[in-house]
């Protein structure tokens, strides 16, 4: 039965419809509300805003649930290759045997970068930021490669471009960065082999491809896939309405991940932990600071608008950081550091109070330190991991029939009308 809430004003009752997504969320329909009442409403930061209807990712942040196209993210974790997961993501479930070979054929095919395209990258100053870079060539990719015919085959190919180049782009930053010669994809190797290999094989030194970790950028990389409607995925969703094209769409959502208080979170964090190493390991310091409200610091890698509880994605991170490093021998202070602060935080009244908890960002940092991801780098190896979440968003928008330009209103606060002075009366 359809069901409606019933909002009085002036005497006038109006019925505006409730929509229940297929977990049970509900939301109040207000689509008719300016025609009807002349009121818009007010939601800064979009805290009660639902901007979609969208069939991709489900959360629920009270219950820490994460499911892509109704699948756990700890079974995508545990069972699943990257590749199996953007697939279900862009296109609703996942590939059988045969479709995932073409997929893969797909992404080998498209996994070469135009040539030209490394004087770009030689011609930014040396202390650009990754992100900045990233987000540039992205935009910069719709010059290089010329519109196909159809939009349906443009769109099939930009997606698999997009997936297939930007991971070898970002090796080959990499390498630039180092005045090292770029090393080119391989059809032999798996999606994240492949990766790691751009990454770190060299003339002098093969690149020893070590299984955990493999298996950890696997996992990584899962767990960034989507997150439904972010800052970032709302910024291409937004661009994207208006119709520009798919590039400068994922361009926009590498320039707001890039943010601290999004992805640039997990460099944010190694850099917070090494400045509270370096200040002699002070956890109970740092909390304090962090719930001073005169203080601008916070614990990076804590919080989230929709999980009041601890993130699915960071229990995941945690526990496969702990087995990475084991297995690897390695012994990071900084990883002793982030369970110190963790237990430290989840004692405080404050942060128990605010329901702050570890969010995916916390231990990743110690995850890519481990596999030898240089700190500046990490905000692209989630925004490489993000790239089907945003594909996927993208070309629902385009598809729903519905989908207009984004365009928010707003309150005007400022001056009343008033007479325009020529400059020798101001
Ligand atoms: N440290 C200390 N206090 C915090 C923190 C933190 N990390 N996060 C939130 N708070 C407090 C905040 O001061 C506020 O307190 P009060 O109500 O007393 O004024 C309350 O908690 C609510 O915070 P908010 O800023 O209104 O929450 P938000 O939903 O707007 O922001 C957030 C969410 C993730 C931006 C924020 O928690 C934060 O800045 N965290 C640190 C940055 C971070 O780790 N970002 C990665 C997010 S997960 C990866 C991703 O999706 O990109």
């Known amino acids: 039965m359809d069901e409606f809430i ?10 505006l419809p409730v929509i229940t997504g297929s977990e049970g969320e509900k939301a109040i329909d207000i689509s008719t509300l300016r025609a009807e009442t002349g009121f818009i409403t007010l939601d800064p ?56 070979t073409r997929f893969s054929v797909m992404l080998n095919d498209n996994s070469l970068v135009h040539t030209d395209l490394k004087a770009f990258y030689q011609n930014f100053p ?8 990233l987000s540039s060539m992205v935009n910069a990719m719709k010059s290089f490669y010329p519109e196909l015919d159809t939009l349906e085959e443009e769109i099939n190919i930009t997606m698999t471009r997009l997936l297939a180049k930007v991971r070898t782009m970002a090796a080959m930053s990499y390498k630039i960065s180092r005045g090292h010669e770029i090393v080119l994809p391989r059809p032999d190797l798996t999606y994240c082999e ?38 970032s995925t709302s910024a291409v969703r937004m661009v994207g309405s208006a119709r520009v094209n798919l590039y400068a769409a994922i361009s926009s959502g590498i320039a707001a991940l890039w943010g601290p208080l999004h992805g640039g979170a997990n460099q944010a964090v190694i850099e917070m932990l090494t400045a509270i190493q370096k200040d002699g390991g002070n956890c109970a310091k740092a909390i304090e600071r962090s719930k001073d409200k005169n203080d601008p610091f916070r614990l990076m890698g804590f919080g989230h608008r929709v ?21 690897m021998h390695i012994n990071d202070p900084l990883l002793d550091l982030a369970r110190e602060l963790e237990a430290f935080a989840l004692k405080d009244p404050y942060f128990v ?39 996927a968003q993208w070309k629902e928008s385009m598809d729903d029939p519905k989908w207009r330009i984004s365009r928010p209103r707003q309150i005007y606060t400022g001056s009343l009308k008033y007479d325009y002075v020529p400059i020798h009366a101001r």
């Open 6 to 15: 019933t909002l009085t004003y002036n005497g006038k009752e109006i019925k």
């Open 45 to 100: 930061g979009y805290g009660n805003t639902g901007s979609c209807l969208s069939a991709i990712t489900f959360m629920d942040g009270e219950k820490g649930i994460l499911r892509y196209r109704g699948i756990p993210v700890e079974q995508l974790a545990e069972k699943a290759s990257f590749k199996e997961t953007a697939y279900l993501l862009i296109n609703g479930r996942l590939p059988n045997r045969e479709e995932l």
């Open 126 to 133: 040396r202390a650009s930021h990754p992100m900045g870079i």
């Open 194 to 231: 492949n990766f790691l290999n751009m990454m770190f094989d060299t003339p002098v030194r093969s690149y020893e491809m070590k299984r955990e970790v493999v298996n950890a950028l696997r996992v990584f990389w899962i767990l960034h896939a989507d997150h439904e409607q972010n800052c």
């Open 307 to 327: 999980y009041k509880t601890y993130d699915p994605r960071a229990k995941i991170m945690k526990k496969m950081c702990d087995e990475l490093l084991e297995s």
């Open 353 to 391: 109070d605010h329901h702050l908890y570890p969010n995916v960002d916390f231990y990743s940092g110690i995850v890519l330190r481990a596999i030898g991801i240089p700190t500046k780098m990490f905000t692209v190896m989630f925004a490489i991991g993000r790239l089907p979440g945003w594909i």
